[in-house]
């Protein structure tokens, strides 16, 4: 290929958020070049659910058809690999890849996703996507009426606790030492049959990722088929930062109603813009963004 040839936008991340931008692209008969590092966020997950027509698919074969599915259109293109710097301004973005090329674009975008942060708990990174879970709207069916822990604390625990009840009885909140519950949601969840266990957690017991008992520190172990977690996160790529975009206090990339940053001609979309994390919002987010960038290219704004 030409690197030297301006391209009208270069999508780094070509996840869901991504490829769904470039594929609003691609129709649009846009110059695109798809970075792409290969490490999305659910690649741990079995099986991927609440995405309409893929509902239970793997995430290995969602992203087959996808890219499949984009790369159908001449105009777009897919690098396997990092983009390491992104310098330049609206209408002339220069972006280097881990292998050195350097690609010119009119337009960025990142939807290049976060990256997780294992709590220091023996078990728990192995079972990460597969029996430690992050949304019940993804995986909580699965698990449903099965015994279940909810490792958190802090002030949301206790709406955490009510919703994830929905789906099971026997649930049981692990805050990890004293639970900072007020005495009313103490109440509120003790009405509806959930357990508060205060003892800290000191391993998860799983078989190949399937979580079988929690083990705490006094001694005692319980039996768990999945547990729900938080996380905390950083951004995946610090190239948003770099070239001056504003993030929320949560860590996420500030963004429009319509994917823009408040850096002129620079979008993001996806994990990296959202808390709502789901196969469904990334796609959606980055159609917008596609459609987006098109309008910008054709009217300046
Ligand atoms: C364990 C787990 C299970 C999940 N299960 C479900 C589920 O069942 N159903 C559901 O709807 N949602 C699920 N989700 C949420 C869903 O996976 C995310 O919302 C979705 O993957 C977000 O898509 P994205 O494109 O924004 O980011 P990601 O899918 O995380 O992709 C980001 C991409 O950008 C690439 N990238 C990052 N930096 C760079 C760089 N510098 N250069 C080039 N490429 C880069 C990464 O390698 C990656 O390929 C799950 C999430 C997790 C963590």
Redesign the pocket.
């Known amino acids: 290929m030409n690197n030297s040839a301006m391209l009208d936008v270069i999508v ?7 490829l769904s931008a470039a594929l609003a692209l691609g129709r649009a008969i846009r110059q695109v070049v798809v ?8 690649r ?2 079995p ?5 309409l027509t893929q509902d239970g698919s793997t ?1 290995a074969a969602i992203a087959a058809v996808s890219r499949e599915q984009v790369l159908a259109y001449p105009t777009v293109r897919l690098h396997p ?4 710097s992104a310098t330049g301004e609206d209408n002339h973005f220069t972006v280097t890849t881990a292998s050195g090329a350097v690609l010119h674009a009119r337009k960025l975008l990142f ?4 990256r ?1 942060l294992m709590p220091a708990l023996p078990g728990f990174a192995e079972c ?2 597969i029996s430690a ?3 019940p ?3 909580g069916y699965e698990y449903r009426g099965q015994p279940t822990g909810i490792l958190a604390n802090g002030e949301a625990i206790a709406e955490m606790g009510l919703l994830i009840r929905n789906w099971t009885d026997k649930l049981t909140i692990f805050t990890n030492g004293p639970a900072t519950l007020q005495p009313d949601q103490r109440q509120q969840l003790a009405d509806r049959g959930v357990v508060v266990e205060e003892t800290p957690v000191q391993q998860l017991l799983h078989q190949a990722g399937y979580l079988t008992h929690l083990a705490l520190a006094d001694g005692r172990t319980v039996a768990l088929s999945a547990l729900y977690a938080r996380l905390p996160f950083e951004q ?2 610090t ?1 948003p930062h770099d070239l001056g975009c504003t993030h929320s206090a949560a860590g996420h990339i500030a963004v429009d109603n319509f994917q823009k940053t408040n850096i002129s001609g620079v979008y993001a ?4 813009t959202s808390p709502m ?6 796609v959606a987010a ?1 159609m917008m963004a596609g459609a987006m960038l098109n309008r910008e290219l054709i009217f300046g704004t």
Do not use: K, M
Not at 47 to 51: A, E, G, P, R, Y
Not at 111 to 114: C, N, P, Q, S, V
Not at 269 to 272: C, R, S, V, W
């Open positions: 780094v991340g070509g996840s869901y958020a991504g970075l792409d590092s290969d490490e999305p966020c659910n741990q997950t099986h991927s659910h609440n995405f995430p690999e990092a983009a390491v939807a290049t996703g976060i997780d990460w996507g879970i992050h949304c709207y993804c995986h995946h790529c190239l979309a996806g994990d990296a994390r789901a196969v469904g919002a990334a980055g």
